[in-house]
T-cell receptor, first 116, second 111 residues
Framework: GAVVSQHPSRVICKSGTSVKIECRSL??????MFWYRQFPKQSLMLMAT?????????EQGVEKDKFLINHASLTLSTLTVTSAHPEDSSFYIC????????????FGNGTRLTVT | SQQGEEDPQALSIQEGENATMNCSYK?????LQWYRQNSGRGLVHLIL?????REKHSGRLRVTLDTSKKSSSLLITASRAADTASYFC???????????FGKGTLLTVNP
């Protein structure tokens, strides 16, 4: 089945530093990837849609300069949390689709970010 | 904004019992999908039902869709402790493949 690898699974960083999270589709090409944020015991909040070779589309209220998304190839998208603050601490999850009609999303295992 | 709304928010049952979770949505859909999330992990796709389908089965899972009521249900039969997880419905998946997730139902199956 389709596999999405997300790395790292956990990261602790100091306030003011930047953190990069990688999302890779291992056995399919993903023209579209999605980045979500999830707070404890809550649903997934879509942050942005990442399209290979073009700029990401951010959801309303998501700061594009803070959450930098790069989708440089058909198998890799990265999310960089810049100048992280404690309020950025959260669970970040990526998903990818082979972009076929009715194809489900395939999710990475998420990244637990803690900013101290 | 959330499109799907699951009900109940939490459900606790004994192993062997059936678990039923419901999802309501607001706008017209192409399909509705159900996902499962174990604590601290990503989501796993369970089943997709198209708007012209009324019922679909996959192993111990049974999904129904009522587009007139804008609702769907997920039934897990003969539940096991390993079914303990959060279950989300999701709608969307149109030309931009973007899904909107509901708030989820936390299912606890006690051994």
């Amino acid at each position: 089945g389709a596999v999405v690898s997300q790395h790292p699974s956990r990261v602790i960083c100091k306030s003011g530093t930047s953190v990069k999270i990688e999302c890779r589709s291992l056995d399919f090409q993903a023209t579209t990837m999605f980045w979500y944020r999830q707070f404890p015991k809550q649903s997934l909040m879509l942050m942005a849609t990442s399209n290979e070779g073009s700029k990401a589309t951010y959801e309303q209220g998501v700061e594009k300069d803070k959450f930098l998304i790069n989708h440089a190839s058909l198998t890799l998208s990265t999310l960089t949390v810049t100048s992280a603050h404690p309020e950025d601490s959260s669970f970040y999850i990526c998903s990818a689709t082979p972009s076929m009609r009715d194809s489900p999303l395939h999710f990475g295992n998420g990244t637990r970010l803690t900013v101290t | 904004s959330q499109q799907g709304e699951e009900d109940p928010q939490a459900l606790s049952i004994q192993e062997g019992e059936n678990a039923t979770m419901n999802c309501s949505y607001k706008t017209s859909i192409n399909n509705l999908q159900w996902y499962r999330q174990n604590s601290g992990r990503g989501l796993v796709h369970l089943i997709l039902i198209r708007s012209n389908e009324r019922e679909k089965h996959s192993g111990r899972l049974r999904v129904t869709l009522d587009t007139s009521k804008k609702s769907s249900s997920l039934l897990i039969t003969a539940s096991r402790a390993a079914d303990t997880a959060s279950y989300f419905c999701a709608t969307g998946g149109g030309s931009n493949y973007k899904l909107t997730f509901g708030k989820g139902t936390l299912l606890t199956v006690n051994p």
